[in-house]
């Protein structure tokens, strides 16, 4: 079976016909499509994981084709990233709470602020790892706090 399926910086395409690539030599190319050209170079070849990086008219592109192994991987679900479940936040340093970002209830997903915290006189923001919802804040603003301090309960 021949796959036609390809990735344009992450994007799922189905090649088409009607387009020609021509090697100028082993870095530069000339891609016509359409009766038009578009010039290219070659900067990253990963020919083992069927991956390039390309330059095409001053713009970047990270193509992948997708091969058997792939679907393979798709079709028994190994592809899906696993989420983590909140359960609770703690503080990783001693220090003192600036601001609480987030509301009983409310909630999370990976990468939303949920405090900030300055030690050392750094402010450091602390991000949802994982999702959950807010079950219960234990920390207030301008509260100094040990480290390993329950911060946030999470459902």
Request: hydrophobic share 40%; glycine share 8%; no cysteine.
């Amino acid at each position: 079976m021949v796959s036609n399926t390809w990735s344009f910086d992450g994007k799922e395409v189905i090649g088409s016909q009607g387009s020609v690539l021509k090697w100028d030599d082993h870095q530069f190319f000339t891609l016509t499509y359409k009766g038009q050209k578009f010039f290219g170079e070659l900067l990253e070849d990963n020919s083992e994981d069927n991956s390039l990086k390309i330059k095409i008219n001053q713009r970047v592109f990270e193509v992948k084709k997708k091969g058997e192994l792939d679907d393979l991987i798709s079709a028994l679900g190994l592809d899906i990233p696993k989420v983590r479940k909140l359960k609770e936040l703690q503080a990783p340093m001693p220090g003192r709470i600036v601001q609480v970002s987030v509301t009983v209830g409310q909630e999370l997903n990976i990468g939303d602020e949920i405090l900030s915290l300055e030690a050392m006189k750094m402010e450091n923001i602390l991000k949802a790892e994982g999702v959950g919802k807010v079950k219960a804040i234990f920390a207030e603003a301008n509260q100094v706090v040990e480290k390993g301090f329950v911060l946030i309960e999470f459902e």
